[in-house]
């Protein structure tokens, strides 16, 4: 009956502890985030810019790299400074210097927020991604689209599968493996 219990105590502190975080912070300078399943976070509103006449595809974007920069069109306020360019990273964030972005996954990624470098980006979904064509097979695709007016960007990642290894299937192409769509 004791090993019963104890197996029982140890299966839910792992599934306790293996549960997404649904928000965190506040960081040193008051900044918090959360995420639609926290019972502060917002609403879950996707906007779909692929049909708006003003949005952009991102093309260039292949196995960890970085692709712009774009304007955002409107200074946007990120801790002290004022940002108004971004870049797309392929690995599922957004990154506002040209130095020191996160081009590569396969080393691994560091815990943020972090004092190390690099610094500057707002990682929404950082893995491991994969954007690269394999004769078409890749369905996976990014878009941009910022408004003054609105004084609003999102930036969406589509149907993203990960990085798969060079697990090469039957046919030579790379296996695609899951489909991550989210936006910035």
Known sequence: MKKILLTLAAITAL?????AQTSGGPDLF?????????PNGPTYNWIDITTNGDASQIVGLDDDNVVGPFSIGFPFRYYWYDITNFWVGSNGYLGFTNNG???????GFTTIPNTAQPQNYAAAFLADLNFVSYNGANPAQAWRWSSADNDSLIVSFINVPFWANNNFGTTGVPDITGSNTFQI
């Open 101 to 107: 972005l996160l081009a590569s996954g396969a080393n």
């Open 15 to 19: 599934w306790t502890s293996s549960q």
């Open 30 to 38: 008051g900044y918090v985030w959360r995420d639609n399943n926290d």
